[in-house]
């Protein structure tokens, strides 16, 4: 019996993984379980990029080269929320305080022009919020943050845009006229699955299931960490835990995975590499675990009508990532850099895309906290998402091979469409033998809600062979309940 699971990013790993631990509990043979993926890395939108800053004083009185590494892709997660996730870093030994710690979470909002420039931390150097917007930015993170996790209010708020509910709750609250345009909207942009539709028409549950289990809102307080090393150290420690210890899963990298049904029965589907260089796969079942559109495209026949449906409504951004030193990018007032720094566009902006956010890597890896970065006078460099102006060429970090530090990034919208799209996927799992994971499937795609979606899909997949029957596809729910549900489950700390 074969299972192939299209794509190589932490969807495909978590159905590998779940599939696996839930067929030995189930005392089920699911027999070989292959990851194919198009490219030649594993982890998708993770994308580590590791570099030399020069030499200087090793603090011993020598010389010594100074390596560091930024995060192109995903860097940090909410070790309160991402309660699947720690559970895995637990068995595989991936340890906080080693291999994953405390980042400096601060955030700046700051026009290009300088005219508006504050922190949500502090107070330094008088660039905090001011205490009006700041009371309203806690009261808002409070408030909406529970109104979305309240079971009896998701249907209600399914269509409702994060504008309206500022706008309805605006004055009975009490809220500054700042919050909108100077810190929700602006932070909503930096999000990386903002629509072309821009940030005020982004649905309120999707926005708020996002605050929920990155930042905490209506949920407890989180604490975000990055990778030491890198984010890449994460995923290179997940597939080294399971190549040693799941001899049953086969990773197929440089694979781009093209399926034709070939039978009605039995190993019916045909798994094909695009090039042709590595050997077709016959098996009978597939994970699509890639994005919707590449899913779209990898099945010549076989699909069911009732999933190319929703698979067809989820759209993408495209982001491009770059690593630099270049300042122009950044608050003009250094006093305020922070973490995370968002560009507040002028309300009179014809469009607030492509989306901009600028990390200040040394605070995002908390350099005050390590003595040997400071011996080198902490040389401070970014991560630009989409940077305004572009990075010129001199100025972008190259790696020891002279290659620049730049990655283009997708990922998909989490709209009005995705949300129903997310809602009916749940209703065609297992049809035809085909099931659906990865980020577009659950929530904001983030990597606690892709390990989630692992779960169920291996929970189906266990389920149909034990019992010869393929589960009952769920029936259709309102999506505001459908969403709402998931974002509860996924930012209690007692799940
Ligand atoms: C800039 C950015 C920053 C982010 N930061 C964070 C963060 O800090 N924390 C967080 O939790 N999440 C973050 N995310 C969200 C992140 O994308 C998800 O957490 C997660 O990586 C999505 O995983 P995935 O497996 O669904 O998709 P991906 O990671 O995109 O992986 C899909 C894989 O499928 C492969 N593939 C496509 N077609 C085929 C084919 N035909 N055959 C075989 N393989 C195929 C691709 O090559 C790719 O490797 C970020 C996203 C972006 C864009």
Redesign the pocket.
Known sequence: MTTVI?????????VAWNLVIKAKAKGVDLGAIHV????D??????DTFEFDFGSGPDGKGGITTLSRWG???????NTVA?TK?VSVMNTIGFKEGIDYKNLEDSTCYYTADGSTCFTDSGPWWNTQMPKSLAASVKDFMDYAGKEARDPSKQGQYASTTIEEFITNNQSARGWDPDLGPKVIYPRINGM?FVSELGPLQMPFLAVMHYYAI?EGAGAPTANRCYFVGG?SNWIKALMAYMQAKMPQIVFHGN????VGQVATAGQKFLVQD?AQKQPPIRAERVVV???AD??L??FITGLPIVAAQPMAMIGY?N?I?VIHTDSRVMPPNQNAWSTYNILIRPPEAASLKPYMINYVSNRHQKDEANPTYNQFGLPQFFVS?NPQPAIPENLILKDRNGIPAVAN???NNFDFDTMYAQSRIDTVQGVNDIYY?????HG???????WAQGEDVADKIVAHVATASPTAPASPVDTGTFIGRRLTARSSPHE
């Open positions: 299209i794509g190589g990013g932490i969807g495909g790993l978590a194919v993926e198009a490219s890395r594993f982890g998708g939108n993770v995060d192109l892709g995903v860097n940090d997660f991402y996730i990386y990155q984010t694979y781009q995975a093209v695009a675990a890639c994005h590449a899913g495209k990898a951004n982001g990532s998402i990034l997708r990922h994971a990865g980020g577009w499937t904001s795609g983030l990597h606690e809600e892709c």
